[in-house]
């Protein structure tokens, strides 16, 4: 609730208006250690990003991670997310599509971006009315990832929209032992980069005080740093 409502007055000022959306996992299925936290569990988290959504007027995005969860997940968000690792699993795809509502789909870090084209051919058959592709990096040797933001375009030839997550491409997938690190010092940079490059979103995950959070500690912004990334990314788009 904290991170939505300055996320509200950031995106809903008279000089900042824009289009914003909230996302927040009630499962994170893919974890480096047994161990790390998880979520609350798909009743409790729907309950929350309904609340969520009902409180700031925002529409709200959530993870499924297998096909059971679609139709459920339907009735309460506005936008269905797949996990990238499982960005080629068709019978997720298709119950995502079916749905009817919005799907994004998280490019998987081994994936060619032009491969991105048969994971939304499969939502866009099975009904889909909008399908966002999100870059979040490519694995680069052990432990690091890198953007090629020519993705950013090639994907741009099969979506509605294109995303960058900005905080997930700065991981440091399992070097930090049993949790993956990550450099949140680039965000700003890398943010600024896809806009100007002219990517349709910017996927950032925030915390009041990120050292204390649960999940993607290493990558997350605090709230300062979070405001810098949306005054320099309005400043390209309204260039347009």
């Known amino acids: 609730m904290r991170v939505a409502e300055f996320a509200a007055s950031l ?43 009902g409180e700031f007027g925002v529409r709200t995005l959530t993870d499924i991670h297998n096909e059971l969860q679609a139709e459920p997940v339907a009735q309460v968000v506005d936008i269905i997310q797949i996990p990238a690792f499982l960005c080629r699993q068709t019978s997720i795809l ?86 993956s690190g990550g450099c949140r010092e680039f965000a700003p940079a890398l943010a600024r980069s896809g806009a100007a490059w002219g990517v349709d979103g910017l996927f950032i995950e925030a915390h009041p005080d990120p050292a204390s959070g649960l999940s993607d500690s290493a990558t997350m912004v605090d709230f300062d740093t979070l ?12 260039g347009r």
């Open 94 to 179: 298709e119950a995502a599509g079916a749905t009817g509502i919005p799907v994004n789909i998280k490019k998987g870090q081994f994936m060619n971006p032009r491969d991105m084209r048969g994971s939304a051919a499969k939502a866009a058959a099975a009904g889909c009315p909008e399908i966002w592709l999100t870059e979040r990096g490519t694995f680069f040797g052990y432990g690091d990832l890198v953007v090629d933001f020519r993705s950013l375009s090639v994907m741009s030839g099969f979506s509605q929209k294109v995303i960058l997550d900005v905080t997930h491409s700065l991981q440091l997938p399992g070097a930090a032992g049993g949790i």
């Open 227 to 238: 405001d810098i990334i949306v005054r320099n990314a309005l400043t390209h788009w309204e």
């Open 11 to 53: 995106l809903e000022s008279p000089d900042r208006p824009a289009e914003w959306v909230f996302k927040g996992s009630f499962l994170k299925d893919n974890r480096t250690s047994h161990g790390s936290y998880r979520g609350p569990g798909m009743d409790e988290g729907l309950r929350i990003l309904e609340e969520i959504s």
